[in-house]
């Protein structure tokens, strides 16, 4: 099993900045992909970003050229850094490990952006 820890949520104001990070720990495979997903109020959650561990990068349209997904392999650890903020990008954040058939999800961190 693989265990994954999310931080660096919080309130900032739109326009501003923020980090988030995902440490995962336990059974990890060589192969995978690490994700963030986010889920609004009333909403679904969504795809935000995914990583390949071999760097492969995927955004959502919304994010795109706004937030970076990188990730840091000997920490087993992904990143979201999340620039240019809007209101809209308020949600919780939930990352995920994935490899095959097996997914393990984060607790989720907070991300209000006040206008």
Do not use: H
């Not at 994954?4 to 980090?19: K, N």
């Not at 994010?63 to 990730?71: D, E, H, L």
């Not at 087993?76 to 954040?93: H, I």
């Amino acid at each position: 099993q693989v265990q994954l820890v999310e931080s660096g949520g919080g309130l900032v104001q739109a326009g501003g900045s923020l980090r988030l990070s995902c440490a995962a720990s336990g059974s990890i495979f060589s192969t995978n992909i690490m994700g963030w997903y986010r889920q609004a109020p009333g909403k679904q959650r969504e795809l935000v970003a995914d990583i390949t561990s071999g760097g492969v990068t995927n955004y959502a349209e919304s994010v795109k050229g706004r937030f970076t997904i990188s990730r840091d392999r000997a920490k087993n650890t992904a990143y979201l850094q999340m620039n240019s903020v809007k209101p809209e990008d308020t949600a919780v954040y939930y990352c995920d490990y994935r490899t095959g058939v097996y997914v393990s999800w984060g607790q989720g961190t907070q991300v209000t952006v006040s206008s």
